[in-house]
């Protein structure tokens, strides 16, 4: 099974709005990533998150991490409509990185 | 600077073909390769993955097998294709050995099988 759910799974919100996606996992993590795919491409890594981090930034980026609870958020501000893609989050332990299913976002200019 | 290449871009092949896809790194030595599979819409399923030459790990059985000839290609191969390997393949590589840190993706092959 998935280690890592997204939540929501669609997303559409207005140009200049923040952008809000969670993420949820069941076993002990090293890190967690979040990654960016445009339709039809690979995928573009954001942001890694280390399990002793509770909070990172990357310029419009901001990553948290909840390890009591086996979650983390991933909050776009001031969205644009370049940041229409899909948003996955992924857990890494030992030689395997597992991927969720994504939340689709969709900024309306 | 690390690349990653992908090939074909683009495949349609009948059932029952054989498949053969081709996934190279440059710039880096003895990566962790991955090879992922995607239905429309939907997250990443680990196929295979291997830590150097000849070391082949298998995640879901299929009739799907890997293969990694050199330290940096990765083959992904069937004898037979069925129509539910159809989807987008992406190749990635990992930063860390030992590790599974920032993976980093080719540009994917989109495979349909008819």
């Known amino acids: 099974s998935q280690q890592g759910e997204e939540d929501p799974q669609a997303l559409s919100i207005q140009e200049g709005e923040n952008a809000t996606m969670n993420c949820s996992y069941k076993?002990?993590?090293?890190?967690l990533q979040w990654y960016r795919q445009n339709s039809g491409r690979g995928l573009v890594h954001l942001i890694l998150i280390r399990s002793n981090e509770r909070e990172k930034h990357s310029g419009r980026l901001r990553v948290t991490l909840d390890t009591s609870k086996k979650s983390s958020s991933l909050l776009i501000t001031a969205s644009r409509a370049a940041d229409t893609a899909s948003y996955f989050c992924a857990t890494a332990g030992g030689f395997k990185t597992i991927f969720g299913a994504g939340t689709r976002l969709f900024v309306k200019a | 600077s690390q690349t990653i290449h992908q090939w074909p871009a683009t495949l349609v092949q009948p059932v029952g073909s054989p498949l053969s896809l081709e996934c190279t790194v440059e710039g880096t030595s003895n990566p962790n390769l991955y090879w992922y599979r995607q239905a429309a819409g939907r997250g990443l399923q680990l196929l295979f993955y291997s830590i150097g030459i000849g070391q082949i790990s298998s995640e879901v059985p299929q009739n799907l097998s890997a293969s990694r000839p050199q330290d940096r290609q990765f083959i992904l191969s069937s004898k037979k294709l069925l129509l539910s390997d159809s989807g987008f393949y992406l190749c990635?590589?990992?930063?860390?050995?030992?590790?599974?840190?920032?993976?980093?993706f080719g540009p994917g092959t989109r495979l349909l099988v008819l």
């Open positions: 076993t002990s993590i090293n890190n």
């Open positions: 990635a590589w990992g930063g860390l050995a030992g590790g599974s840190e920032t993976q980093y």
